[in-house]
């Protein structure tokens, strides 16, 4: 039976707090999920009445929200249990004020749940003044948003200092791509069909895209984003997660352990790419201003003030191999940009082409592919073959999509990725978590990417807004005989 959770948001007065998690704990009391929820104390800079903090967050969830699911009773019972602190991280008399809030509704067997959803440079300090604070309970647990630093060194660092307050079976690493829905019907697919379960592997798979494209810019992140890039914020930790559950061995179990002993085993047989290859391997881009869905928009440089920001990249297309019995041979592209054509989020298996055709029109052209969406809609399709009907002498092909989602899925059993982390992480379960060696070992291999970079000056290429990216994105899949679908 799970246990009574008091659940503490740090950075409860932040975008991330006011966008997704108050409307995915809202959410989860509408369905009638939060019952081992007691307690949810929101933490801020500012001082601040509960009450205001209250009424403020009933104006966001009214805003935030899906359309109809805001609900005045479920209000009463979620604003019962909302609260307010006022915790400068760096302040260790805030912790001991916390530390007797929690304490005033303490009981026996109640875990103590801790979301740090602010800046990570401040991970290690809250952790340590939370112990020192004497605001741990009996168990408690944490849950790190991303960025888990900015490469392996400032990972390990936040790690360690994590570490030493955290037990790892309580130490949560949110990357929120993992809540979908569809990322978990992956599994699904991958090993409930015997069907897919001889075809995953190179003897019949061709090639893998991973696209995650948005078609925003840097949107007032521009300082933010200029130090950062797109293969640290988006490469290092989304794209490598999906990567990692297209091509992990099945796992002994569906338990967090066995799967994530498995995505590890991916990510440590992922080929580095070092300066001997990275001008062959990789794409760095840069919007320039151009029009997004019909709206004229400006370029990255004219948006960030930063000095350095001509050597950042908003876009970065590779091609990752992973030397294992399985994959060898079958190249892994991901792209990954801003301004780009239209926002999605798509991993697409292409599968081989026949070795010889039997019909009238060109078959070679057209291949089989598992194509699946994780946004904006979640989708999974196969793209198969068959007669072109009508009356023609010659047997000819046709394309054909077979749809592989529950069409007449209750729309009630739709639910916002934080729903489901935050559900795991109230029930304790680590399986849609990244454990500490996975991020280190992302890290490992995007720094030896960044630091080939380095060594041999690789520049970024501009490309207009409303494009899919740079040529050279195009030519790094031309020169493989392939293309990115599209
Ligand atoms: N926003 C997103 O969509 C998103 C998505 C993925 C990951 N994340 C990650 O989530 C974290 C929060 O992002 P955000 O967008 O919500 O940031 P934000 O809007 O800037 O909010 C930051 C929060 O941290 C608090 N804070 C800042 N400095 C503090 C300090 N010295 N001591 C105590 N509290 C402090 C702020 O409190 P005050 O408001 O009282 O100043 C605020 O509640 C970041 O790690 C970010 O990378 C965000």
Same mark, same amino acid.
């Given at each position: 039976?799970?246990?009574?959770?008091?659940?503490?948001?740090?950075?409860?007065?932040?975008?991330?707090?006011?966008?997704?998690?108050?409307?995915?704990?809202?959410?989860?009391?509408?369905?009638?999920?939060?019952?081992?929820?007691?307690?949810?104390?929101?933490?801020?800079?500012?001082?601040?009445?509960?009450?205001?903090?209250?009424?403020?967050?009933?104006?966001?969830?009214?805003?935030?929200?899906?359309?109809?699911?805001?609900?005045?009773?479920?209000?009463?019972?979620?604003?019962?249990?909302?609260?307010?602190?006022?915790?400068?991280?760096?302040?260790?008399?805030?912790?001991?004020?916390?530390?007797?809030?929690?304490?005033?509704?303490?009981?026996?067997?109640?875990?103590?749940?801790?979301?740090?959803?602010?800046?990570?440079?401040?991970?290690?300090?809250?952790?340590?003044?939370?112990?020192?604070?004497?605001?741990?309970?009996?168990?408690?647990?944490?849950?790190?948003?991303?960025?888990?630093?900015?490469?392996?060194?400032?990972?390990?660092?936040?790690?360690?200092?994590?570490?030493?307050?955290?037990?790892?079976?309580?130490?949560?690493?949110?990357?929120?791509?993992?809540?979908?829905?569809?990322?978990?019907?992956?599994?699904?697919?991958?090993?409930?069909?015997?069907?897919?379960?001889?075809?995953?592997?190179?003897?019949?798979?061709?090639?893998?895209?991973?696209?995650?494209?948005?078609?925003?810019?840097?949107?007032?992140?521009?300082?933010?984003?200029?130090?950062?890039?797109?293969?640290?914020?988006?490469?290092?930790?989304?794209?490598?997660?999906?990567?990692?559950?297209?091509?992990?061995?099945?796992?002994? #179990? &569906?338990? %967090?352990? $066995?799967?994530?002993?498995?995505?590890? @085993?991916?990510?440590?047989? *992922?080929? +580095?790419?070092?300066?001997?290859?990275?001008?062959?391997?990789?794409?760095?881009?840069?919007?320039?201003?151009?029009?997004?869905?019909?709206?004229?928009?400006?370029?990255?440089?004219?948006?960030?003030?930063?000095?350095?920001?001509?050597?950042?990249?908003?876009?970065?297309?590779?091609?990752?191999?992973?030397?294992?019995?399985?994959?060898?041979?079958?190249?892994?592209?991901?792209?990954?940009?801003?301004?780009?054509?239209?926002?999605?989020?798509?991993?697409?298996?292409?599968?081989?082409?026949?070795?010889? #055709? &039997?019909? %009238?029109? $060109?078959?070679?052209?057209?291949?089989? @592919?598992?194509?699946?969406? *994780?946004? +904006?809609?979640?989708?999974?399709?196969?793209?198969?073959?068959?007669?072109?009907?009508?009356?023609?002498?010659?047997?000819?092909?046709?394309?054909?999509?077979?749809?592989?989602?529950?069409?007449?899925?209750?729309?009630?059993?739709?639910?916002?990725?934080?729903?489901?982390?935050?559900?795991?992480?109230?029930?304790?379960?680590?399986?849609?978590?990244?454990?500490?060696?996975?991020?280190?070992?992302?890290?490992?291999?995007?720094?030896?990417?960044?630091?080939?970079?380095?060594?041999?000056?690789?520049?970024?290429?501009?490309?207009?807004?409303?494009?899919?990216?740079?040529?050279?994105?195009?030519?790094?899949?031309?020169?493989?005989?392939?293309?990115?679908?599209?």
């Amino acid at each position: 039976m799970t246990k009574m959770v008091d659940l503490v948001i740090f950075g409860g007065t932040g975008d991330l707090s006011t966008r997704k998690l108050l409307p995915a704990l809202f959410q989860l009391h509408r369905h009638e999920l939060a019952a081992p929820l007691r307690r949810i104390i929101c933490t801020g800079r500012g001082e601040m009445e509960a009450a205001t903090f209250q009424s403020d967050a009933r104006t966001n969830l009214e805003k935030f929200l899906p359309t109809g699911a805001f609900d005045a009773a479920v209000w009463e019972q979620f604003s019962a249990k909302l609260d307010y602190i006022q915790i400068e991280a760096d302040h260790g008399a805030h912790y001991e004020a916390l530390a007797a809030l929690l304490d005033q509704q303490s009981a026996e067997g109640v875990t103590r749940l801790f979301y740090l959803a602010t800046l990570p440079s401040l991970y290690g300090a809250i952790c340590q003044h939370l112990r020192d604070g004497g605001a741990l309970g009996e168990q408690q647990r944490v849950v790190l948003e991303k960025p888990l630093g900015k490469d392996l060194d400032s990972c390990r660092e936040i790690n360690e200092q994590v570490a030493q307050v955290f037990a790892e079976e309580d130490t949560f690493r949110i990357d929120h791509y993992l809540g979908k829905e569809t990322v978990q019907n992956l599994l699904a697919v991958r090993f409930g069909n015997p069907l897919f379960h001889p075809l995953w592997q190179n003897t019949y798979v061709d090639n893998v895209q991973i696209t995650v494209a948005e078609d925003i810019g840097v949107e007032g992140r521009g300082s933010y984003y200029a130090k950062t890039g797109a293969l640290r914020d988006m490469v290092q930790n989304h794209l490598l997660q999906v990567l990692s559950i297209v091509a992990m061995e099945p796992p002994a #179990s &569906l338990e %967090a352990t $066995d799967i994530r002993d498995e995505k590890m @085993k991916v990510l440590r047989c *992922l080929e +580095p790419i070092t300066e001997t290859n990275v001008k062959h391997r990789t794409v760095r881009g840069r919007y320039d201003a151009g029009a997004v869905n019909g709206q004229a928009v400006s370029g990255f440089l004219e948006e960030a003030e930063y000095k350095d920001s001509a050597h950042t990249e908003t876009f970065v297309a590779l091609k990752a191999t992973i030397n294992s019995w399985r994959w060898a041979g079958v190249p892994f592209y991901l792209r990954t940009g801003k301004r780009l054509k239209k926002r999605y989020s798509e991993i697409v298996i292409e599968f081989k082409k026949q070795a010889f #055709s &039997l019909f %009238a029109n $060109d078959p070679l052209e057209l291949t089989n @592919k598992l194509v699946i969406r *994780l946004q +904006p809609e979640e989708t999974i399709m196969l793209h198969t073959l068959n007669k072109r009907p009508g009356l023609t002498k010659k047997l000819r092909l046709q394309p054909v999509e077979l749809h592989l989602t529950n069409e007449s899925r209750d729309t009630s059993e739709n639910y916002d990725a934080y729903e489901r982390l935050l559900l795991d992480a109230i029930h304790g379960d680590q399986t849609l978590f990244m454990r500490r060696d996975e991020v280190e070992a992302a890290w490992r291999w995007t720094d030896s990417i960044i630091d080939a970079w380095d060594q041999v000056d690789m520049k970024v290429e501009a490309y207009n807004s409303g494009t899919m990216g740079p040529s050279s994105a195009t030519a790094l899949l031309v020169r493989d005989d392939r293309s990115w679908y599209e």
